[in-house]
């Protein structure tokens, strides 16, 4: 199954155990910060790790996920309430409602297809408002990720909150042309094995900036790592400050 760690919630409590706060969060609640009070999108927010922390920072946020199972997970956390969740994608997003928008945890990958991609830059435009900020992290090609997503060096153990513990691992399925198919495994206690797919799309610099370019973004910045390192001396990523060009005609 596509995305399963997203949908099945045995699966969901899995990836929040797996993910908890890290420096990519450090840096996009300190950046949105420099917009106090801001009205904020988190599109792809998950569990809503940062977008309650943002929340919780004084600004008025708006978490946006396909996934049912992810958000009825982010709804129960303290300070959810604070929060307005929407089950969706970036076509249900209204027009100039946000001062700043992020997408975190290389969401931006899951947008395979250049369709995909211009047709979310789209949305994202027209729903900040003129000047508004884009932020958003993808996997640097130049670092060569899924050369370490293999059986061995993937193998991890993640310990649920019930005391249970999971095996894991990432192999790659697929490579084409900046296209990389993965498939997770998750082993239960019980011996249950569940599968989770994806294809993710690695985009080079120039890639994401001309892409930004013709959605009618500037492009602030390219950071390299979370300790805004330049592009290749930090933590193979590719961590991206926008800013909206003019007004949607």
């Given at each position: 199954?596509?995305?399963?760690?997203?949908?099945?919630?045995?699966?969901?409590?899995?990836?929040?155990?797996?993910?908890?706060?890290?420096?990519?969060?450090?840096?996009?609640?300190?950046?949105?910060?420099?917009?106090?009070?801001?009205?904020?999108?988190?599109?792809?927010?998950?569990?809503?790790?940062?977008?309650?922390?943002?929340?919780?920072?004084?600004?008025?946020?708006?978490?946006?996920?396909?996934?049912?199972?992810?958000?009825?997970?982010?709804?129960?956390?303290?300070?959810?309430?604070?929060?307005?969740?929407?089950?969706?994608?970036?076509?249900?997003?209204?027009?100039?409602?946000?001062?700043?928008?992020?997408?975190?945890?290389?969401?931006?990958?899951?947008?395979?297809?250049?369709?995909?991609?211009?047709?979310?830059?789209?949305?994202?435009?027209?729903?900040?408002?003129?000047?508004?900020?884009?932020?958003?992290?993808?996997?640097?090609?130049?670092?060569?990720?899924?050369?370490?997503?293999?059986?061995?060096?993937?193998?991890?153990?993640?310990?649920?909150?019930?005391?249970?513990?999971?095996?894991?691992?990432?192999?790659?399925?697929?490579?084409?042309?900046?296209?990389?198919?993965?498939?997770?495994?998750?082993?239960?206690?019980?011996?249950?094995?569940?599968?989770?797919?994806?294809?993710?799309?690695?985009?080079?610099?120039?890639?994401?900036?001309?892409?930004?370019?013709m959605a009618g973004f500037t492009v602030e910045h390219v950071f390299g790592?979370?300790?805004?390192?330049?592009?290749?001396?930090?933590?193979?990523?590719?961590?991206?400050?926008?800013?909206?060009?003019?007004?949607?005609?």
């Amino acid at each position: 199954m596509r995305h399963r760690e997203f949908e099945d919630p045995r699966l969901v409590q899995v990836y929040d155990a797996e993910c908890p706060w890290g420096p990519d969060d450090d840096f996009f609640l300190a950046v949105v910060g420099e917009t106090p009070g801001a009205r904020v999108l988190d599109l792809g927010c998950g569990t809503g790790r940062l977008t309650i922390a943002l929340a919780a920072a004084g600004h008025t946020v708006t978490g946006v996920d396909p996934a049912q199972a992810s958000l009825a997970a982010a709804r129960r956390k303290p300070g959810a309430d604070r929060i307005t969740w929407i089950e969706g994608t970036s076509a249900v997003l209204p027009t100039g409602a946000y001062d700043v928008a992020v997408m975190t945890s290389h969401v931006a990958q899951l947008f395979a297809t250049r369709a995909q991609w211009a047709a979310t830059l789209g949305d994202l435009r027209r729903a900040l408002v003129p000047g508004g900020r884009l932020l958003f992290d993808s996997r640097d090609p130049a670092d060569r990720r899924w050369e370490r997503w293999n059986p061995v060096d993937s193998r991890r153990r993640i310990a649920l909150p019930d005391g249970r513990e999971v095996r894991a691992w990432t192999e790659v399925t697929a490579i084409s042309e900046g296209d990389v198919g993965i498939q997770h495994h998750y082993v239960f206690p019980d011996g249950e094995e569940l599968l989770s797919s994806a294809m993710l799309r690695f985009r080079t610099e120039r890639d994401l900036r001309d892409s930004l370019r013709m959605a009618g973004f500037t492009v602030e910045h390219v950071f390299g790592g979370w300790r805004r390192e330049p592009v290749g001396a930090g933590d193979g990523e590719l961590v991206v400050v926008a800013r909206t060009t003019s007004p949607c005609p």
